[in-house]
């Protein structure tokens, strides 16, 4: 969640759930050794609650849609209409609080790989383009574009969106910002990134589960309640 294109989108783009995700550790410590340095301004560019979390949050919806379809001969919009959509809402708010919360976890990894892996200049150079209006614009429509329930239907989908949103106002900073020397570290770094981000997201589900299931059931009743006090009034 090819190539060449998508090392420009932003690297946490890709994110898809996989294993475990023991080896983060609390923020705190390095937030404090590091606050305001670029490096720790990319890592919050990188790991933006407004993009990547809308996108994981766009891929759980369309699973929960998928979960209440499942395993029924008939819908179970024709018992209880509009019951859908009431789960999907609660679960998702849900869904969005989890991952808001555990954010720093993923924060620090990432914070941690851009120490180990890159120069000041590149972390600047990376810095400057993915906060640039190309760099938003481009971040923004492959996330939003993201759609799918394979790996690489949702790379395919965020990548066409991605490259229509490209104007001839962006060739300039894409040219500059694919022959700059952080573009081919990012190239490198873009496996780790994703695995870890789709670690976070596994580790994080997982772990929370039960919260998520619990919300669940509690919207159905809720639901069902509401629509049976209207049949009675």
């Given at each position: 969640m090819k190539h060449c294109a998508c090392l420009i989108f932003g690297p946490l783009f890709f994110a898809m759930p996989a294993a475990s995700y023991a080896f983060l550790q609390p923020v705190g410590a390095d937030r404090a050794m590091v606050q305001s340095s670029p490096v720790e301004m990319l890592a919050d560019l990188l790991v933006s609650p407004d993009g990547l979390i809308q996108s994981?949050?766009?891929?759980?919806?369309?699973?929960?849609?998928k979960k209440v379809g499942e395993g029924n001969d008939v819908s179970p919009e024709v018992t209880y209409p509009g019951i859908t959509?009431?789960?999907?809402?609660?679960?998702?708010?849900?869904?969005?609080?989890?991952?808001?919360?555990?954010?720093?976890?993923?924060?620090?990894f990432v914070l941690s790989l851009l120490k180990k892996e890159l120069t000041l200049d590149e972390v600047s150079q990376a810095y400057n383009f993915y906060s640039s209006p190309t760099g938003r614009k481009l971040s923004r429509?492959?996330?939003?574009?993201?759609t799918g329930s394979e790996l690489d239907e949702i790379v395919q989908a965020g990548t066409?969106?991605?490259?229509?949103?490209?104007?001839?106002e962006d060739t300039d900073a894409l040219t500059r910002f694919g022959n700059s020397a952080v573009y081919p570290k990012l190239a490198a770094l873009r496996p780790k990134l994703r695995q870890g981000t789709s670690d976070w997201v596994a580790e994080v589900l997982s772990r929370e589960q039960g919260r998520v299931s619990q919300v669940f059931l509690d919207?159905?009743?809720?639901?069902?309640?509401d629509l049976q006090q209207k049949v009675s009034e």
């Open positions: 994981l949050l766009n891929d759980f919806e369309w699973e929960v849609r959509e009431a789960i999907v809402r609660a679960t998702r708010n849900e869904t969005e609080l989890i991952l808001e919360e555990n954010l720093p976890a993923l924060r620090y429509a492959a996330i939003n574009g993201a066409i969106a991605a490259l229509q949103a490209m104007g001839p919207a159905i009743a809720a639901h069902i309640a």
